[in-house]
């Protein structure tokens, strides 16, 4: 028998020891009140003392590794399906991390990897809970690069153009900030695994919000939660006292998720922590008497802070966990960034999670609204006054298609802008590296029109970086259904902007097929179709008479833009057979084909 094989076979043997042991122990503890004896304080010094003889035999059972730290990254085999393993990092004796990763050295779909430079020269111990898995202890490894960096960006799925992660799974995009000329985009990340769990903050950086460099996590898991999601801020007038030099503190707020599938932090409630940055956002320090808030309700979650003008405070909004049906939102203020007063609980029909709460200016005017939405993409119009948020419209909702959540927008954004960067849900990139996307970033403007408030987006102007291809054009053409004037266009990842014009009294339909994916305009019921297997309609008009379209297509996904933002929709769609056509549809009648221009796309990513 192995040394494993005998260490298994005698911790087996304590644990049975001891339950034999503590039902002893109850059943002299049981006849000693049924007779009534009078023994009862020796008996229960000798629980006691029994206890701490066999709790010992409780202790965890694991293999063990010790590195000396001398390249810059540890590679670890994974393979999506396998049964997720507990590993645990230790340096001079400390915990430092701890992640569950689904291990198999013998059928790994690709090798995730943590940075260690941090502890170059001195020695890590990895601790694995199952001991049946020696072969993939064995093969993790050191390396100077990321094992298989050679591929990464160059996989045959990988987006050319929305943001994607290097490997792990993606979701919500948390603490957009721009500073000192760059757009930063952390996000929650599983570096480990191709599915959700080990929740961290992953972290971007881009000059003009279409060309993304990935910087490394920033925020991981401790013995006070996984990283949730949160957002950023800077701290102009160094309220927290923090600042060196000229570079401002950038300061990030994020929930703390006790028992969300971490041992370390199993026991601990779910709390709001804070960070800080000195040196532009690069390198960040967790605030060293974290939490910040303390629990308030439930699994109270994803701060998301602004600054008002008007009052010269802080404001946060934070979702209250589905704990509060009635109130499932919160906001409240702070003027040194520590110390956080209650305003206002409220709730909104069919919404919850990640909050956004912002002040934006109204097209034309000089007048400022609120807008307050979350992770269902619903919104509110309203004013922020006297410590209360007041709706004027009711929810409505700002995008129409079937992948986009958790949005969030860029604080400090220059020119007044509003970007924002949404999670394009449920996309799925099988035997790849990475799973799940970002939306393209749009840019939100906020209409008064007679008909009330009206939100619209566009993706930003920046996307015309993008066209450096000779592109397909066409102008002034009619288009019966006989008609297919794209029908040799191919490709997967490109820009498609089309102008109809719509005669009054036309009743037909016309729009494209996208390999595969129907947008379709149905004149004689005034709607927009829009979707693969899973379609979805939404009212439109034309404006002066025209029904205009700009569509992103990507490896993964196909955005939808109709009449300037009137209708923004997003939506995760991978075809099982690809044909990368682009097909005109036209029924019931003949329409005019104004402008049609399409701008292929090349990869955004270097494969260095």
Known sequence: MGKT???????????????????????????????????????????????????????????????????????????????????????????????????????????????????????????????????????????????????????????????????????????????????????????????????????????????????????????????????????????????????????????????????????????????YSLDGGTTWTKYARNPVIPNICGDNRDPKVVWDAVSHCWIMSLYLGDADKDHGFILLKSRNLLDWQELQRFSVPDERECPGFIPVKVEGSKEIRWIFSGANKIYVVGDFRNNRFIPLTAPNCMDRGANFYAAQTFFNAPDGRVVQIGWMSGSAFPFMPFNQQMSFPRELKLFHTSTGYELRSMPVRELSKLFSHPPFHLAHKEVSSADNPTQHFRGDSYVLDATFKVATGFAGEFGFLLDGFDVRYIAREGKLLMGGSDKREVSLQPEQGKISLRILVDVGSVEVFANNGKVAAAFAYLPSVRTHRVDTQVKNGSVELQNLIIHPISSTWSHK
Not at 165 to 180: E, F, K, Q, S, T
């Open 5 to 275: 094989a005998l260490k298994k076979e005698v911790f087996k043997i304590r644990q049975n020891f001891q339950r034999t042991s503590i039902n002893f122990l109850y059943f002299c503890y049981l006849k000693n009140i049924y007779y009534k004896q009078k023994n009862m304080k020796k008996l229960l010094v000798l629980a006691f003392l029994w206890s701490l003889f066999t709790i010992p035999f409780y202790g965890e059972i694991y293999l063990k590794r010790n590195f000396k730290i001398t390249g810059n990254y540890l590679n670890f085999p994974v393979c999506t399906g396998a049964r997720g393993e507990r590993m645990d990092f230790y340096v001079d004796g400390k915990k430092v991390r701890e992640m569950v990763v689904e291990l198999d050295a013998e059928h790994p779909n690709f090798w995730a990897d943590m940075n260690v430079t941090q502890w170059k020269g001195r020695t890590m111990e990895l601790r694995l809970y199952n001991v049946d898995l020696k072969p993939s202890l064995d093969s993790i490894c050191e390396s100077k690069k990321p094992r298989g960096h050679e591929n990464i960006y160059a996989e045959a799925l990988r987006p050319k153009f929305h943001f994607t992660a290097m490997r792990g799974w993606l979701n919500d995009p948390n603490g957009l900030v721009y500073y000192n000329g760059r757009w930063h985009l952390f996000f929650q990340h599983n570096p480990y695994g191709w599915n959700w769990n080990n929740m961290t903050w992953g972290h971007a950086v881009s000059s003009d919000l279409v060309h993304w460099r990935e910087m490394g996590d920033v925020l991981h898991p401790d013995e006070n939660g996984t990283i949730f999601s949160g957002s950023c801020i800077i701290d102009y007038d160094n309220v927290l006292g923090l600042q060196h030099g000229k570079q401002k503190t950038l300061v990030a707020f994020f929930t703390y998720a006790g028992h969300s599938g971490h041992k370390w932090s199993d026991a601990a409630p779910t709390t709001q922590g804070m960070a």
